[in-house]
């Protein structure tokens, strides 16, 4: 028998088949009260997520992998995790695939996003080859960006002296380097983004006409809040929201040059009056125990986002 009088008796035999998918198949309204147990800030766009730096000493000396850190951030209740591309075996060369996409599952099973990478890099050297060469660095991490998921990796400005050159100089060249950093960004559907880091960035207005200049919906800022130290920090962050792709929100601030406890209520006003969304990824400093004190900022930003 042909293949088309197989196919003819068996299109036949299924007209005659009652439509039940759709009583049947149809998946059930959830109740009010599931759904209403949202995590803080997930009925506005909000999610938590933890910087990996928050680990620096732990993932540097050995005594905590990625792995464990993820698992970490699980039990903890965030929502995702920022893996700074230090931590990454092999860094600053990119790791096998294989190694990148065990920790890419590991994060999809543990329910986590990966919201963000970053590397070293310094575009305020005067040397042109290493500059060029940090360019490469970038480039080669954003490709690793793409491969394990994390929409946005973080570029630092730099932090040279550079005396006898003025800062239009720096500047200029800096603005080459980042616009070839945002197009292979681009090609690879990463968003380039820039950390004021109290370096050769220090205020709002100068990330802001870095990132205006070069204007590119591939670039965006990564809000440091404890490095806008020269001016009224709440004003600063305030001011440059409008471009930030990512945070790293700290346990502390500089007000005057004195560093004080970040207010969470006043920087959550800012954030939710701002339209900002997205994560929201907190970096601890200083003594003690890690664990603890990511813990207890994770609590901090709940309430505050709630």
């Given at each position: 028998?042909?293949?088309?009088?197989?196919?003819?008796?068996?299109?036949?035999s299924?007209?005659?088949?009652?439509?039940?998918?759709?009583?049947?198949?149809?998946?059930?309204?959830?109740?009010?009260?599931?759904?209403?147990?949202?995590?803080?800030?997930?009925?506005n766009?909000?999610?938590?997520?933890l910087?990996?730096?928050?680990?620096?000493?732990?993932?540097?000396?050995?005594?905590?992998?990625?792995?464990?850190?993820?698992?970490?951030?699980?039990?903890?209740?965030?929502e995702?995790?920022?893996?700074?591309g230090?931590y990454?075996?092999?860094?600053?060369?990119?790791?096998?695939?294989e190694?990148?996409?065990?920790?890419?599952?590991?994060?999809?099973?543990l329910?986590?996003?990966?919201?963000?990478?970053?590397?070293?890099?310094?575009?305020?050297?005067?040397?042109?080859?290493?500059?060029?060469?940090?360019?490469?660095?970038?480039?080669?991490?954003?490709?690793?960006?793409?491969?394990?998921?994390?929409?946005?990796?973080?570029?630092?400005?730099?932090?040279?002296?550079?005396?006898?050159?003025?800062?239009?100089?720096?500047?200029?060249?800096?603005?080459?380097?980042?616009?070839?950093?945002?197009?292979?960004?681009?090609?690879?559907?990463?968003?380039?983004?820039?950390?004021?880091?109290?370096?050769?960035?220090?205020?709002?207005?100068?990330?802001?006409?870095?990132?205006?200049?070069?204007?590119?919906?591939?670039?965006?800022?990564?809000?440091?809040?404890?490095?806008?130290?020269?001016?009224?920090?709440?004003?600063?962050?305030?001011?440059?929201?409008?471009?930030?792709?990512?945070?790293?929100?700290?346990?502390?601030?500089?007000?005057?040059?004195a560093?004080?406890?970040?207010?969470?209520?006043?920087?959550?006003?800012?954030?939710?009056?701002?339209g900002?969304?997205?994560?929201?990824?907190?970096?601890?400093?200083?003594?003690?125990?890690?664990?603890?004190?990511?813990?207890?900022?994770?609590?901090?930003?709940?309430?505050?986002?709630?």
């Amino acid at each position: 028998m042909s293949n088309q009088l197989h196919r003819r008796k068996f299109l036949t035999s299924m007209i005659g088949l009652p439509v039940i998918a759709s009583a049947c198949s149809a998946p059930k309204a959830a109740s009010t009260s599931a759904s209403s147990e949202k995590l803080p800030g997930s009925s506005n766009g909000l999610k938590t997520s933890l910087n990996a730096f928050s680990f620096n000493a732990p993932l540097s000396n050995g005594s905590m992998t990625i792995s464990d850190m993820l698992d970490f951030c699980a039990t903890a209740g965030f929502e995702g995790a920022d893996i700074t591309g230090y931590y990454f075996k092999g860094y600053p060369q990119v790791p096998p695939d294989e190694y990148l996409f065990q920790i890419k599952r590991k994060a999809f099973r543990l329910g986590l996003e990966i919201s963000g990478t970053g590397v070293r890099n310094d575009f305020t050297i005067a040397d042109k080859i290493k500059r060029e060469q940090d360019v490469m660095l970038v480039k080669k991490w954003i490709e690793v960006a793409a491969k394990i998921g994390a929409p946005v990796i973080r570029i630092f400005a730099g932090n040279q002296k550079n005396e006898g050159i003025s800062k239009e100089a720096v500047t200029e060249w800096m603005l080459k380097d980042i616009q070839a950093c945002v197009d292979y960004g681009k090609q690879y559907g990463v968003i380039i983004g820039l950390q004021n880091h109290n370096d050769f960035i220090q205020t709002a207005d100068q990330v802001i006409k870095i990132i205006e200049t070069i204007n590119s919906e591939w670039l965006g800022l990564v809000l440091d809040t404890g490095s806008y130290r020269v001016l009224d920090p709440y004003e600063e962050i305030a001011k440059s929201i409008k471009h930030t792709v990512n945070w790293q929100i700290k346990e502390n601030i500089f007000i005057n040059g004195a560093e004080k406890e970040t207010d969470m209520e006043k920087l959550m006003g800012i954030i939710k009056s701002s339209g900002y969304k997205g994560y929201l990824p907190i970096e601890t400093l200083g003594e003690g125990d890690p664990k603890i004190k990511a813990t207890s900022l994770l609590a901090k930003l709940q309430k505050a986002m709630m």
